[in-house]
């Protein structure tokens, strides 16, 4: 059994930083690619970030300079810093991850979610 938990979110205003955890537990063999999707209500989930094992990142062209996505492999998390929030960046967020229990098999998890209201 894997478990994703998020935490971090909460209100804060316009400008502001917010950094969101991630944390996976169970009898993890390996994580291969993390990210971060939210959804603001009404719309769908939208990619934020992604980091593959070796470092390698990329974002979404709206958090682009102001949110980095880093991870701790020992620890098996992942973070999110948030800078110069915006009212737009108000969502609720989640992680994914390709988890490997096995060696031979891989599938994607995700975590329940967390608030993040950016206050103009």
């Known amino acids: 059994q894997v478990q994703l938990v998020e935490s971090g979110g909460g209100l804060v205003q316009a400008g502001g930083s917010l950094r969101l955890s991630c944390v996976a537990s169970?009898?993890?063999?390996?994580?291969?690619?993390v990210a971060w999707y939210r959804q603001a209500p009404g719309k769908q989930r939208e990619f934020v970030a992604r980091?593959?094992?070796?470092?390698?990142?990329n974002y979404a062209d709206s958090v682009k300079g102001r949110f980095t996505i880093s991870r701790d492999n020992a620890k098996n998390t992942v973070y999110l810093q948030m800078n110069s929030l915006k009212p737009e960046d108000t969502a609720v967020y989640y992680c994914?991850?390709?988890?490997?229990?096995?060696?031979?098999?891989?599938?994607?998890?995700w975590g329940q979610g967390t608030q993040v209201t950016v206050s103009s």
């Open positions: 994914n991850a390709e988890i490997r229990l096995v060696p031979t098999f891989l599938d994607l998890y």
């Open positions: 169970g009898s993890i063999f390996s994580i291969n690619d």
């Open positions: 980091m593959t094992r070796g470092g390698n990142s």
